[in-house]
């Protein structure tokens, strides 16, 4: 059964951090992905990382404040968050890609970050 599990997420002050983890299981991914989805807007992509070579890929709002990365041990996917603002609120989903270029095949149920003012 493939699984993918995030957790970390919470409440906090704008200018904190947190970590939000991704636990893969059941296959082997090319790709992992992170995107967020606020109420009301599309889902959109954060950044990812591909699982053989640590190549990783950021959204330009994110870029120089997110961090991906993997434990390969673990089957985990990190996104370390710094100096989060109002506006990263937003529901967090890994994803996890088969084959490099395609869409993305398995999807976690997310993890709610909530960032206050």
């Known amino acids: 059964q493939v699984q993918l599990v995030e957790s970390g997420g919470g409440l906090v002050q704008a200018g904190a951090s947190l970590r939000l983890s991704c636990a893969a299981s059941?296959?082997?991914?090319?790709?992992i992905g992170w995107f967020r989805q606020a109420p009301g807007k599309e889902r959109r992509f954060v950044a990812a990382i591909s699982w053989s070579h640590a190549s990783t890929y950021y959204a330009d709002s994110v870029k120089g404040r997110f961090t991906i990365s993997r434990d390969n041990a673990k089957n985990t996917v990190y996104l370390q968050m710094n100096s989060l603002k109002p506006e990263d609120t937003a529901n967090y989903y890994c994803?996890?890609?088969?084959?490099?270029?395609?869409?993305?095949?398995?999807w976690g149920q997310g993890t709610q970050v909530t960032v206050s003012s």
């Open positions: 994803a996890g890609q088969l084959r490099g270029g395609s869409s993305y095949d398995y």
């Open positions: 059941g296959r082997t991914f090319t790709n």
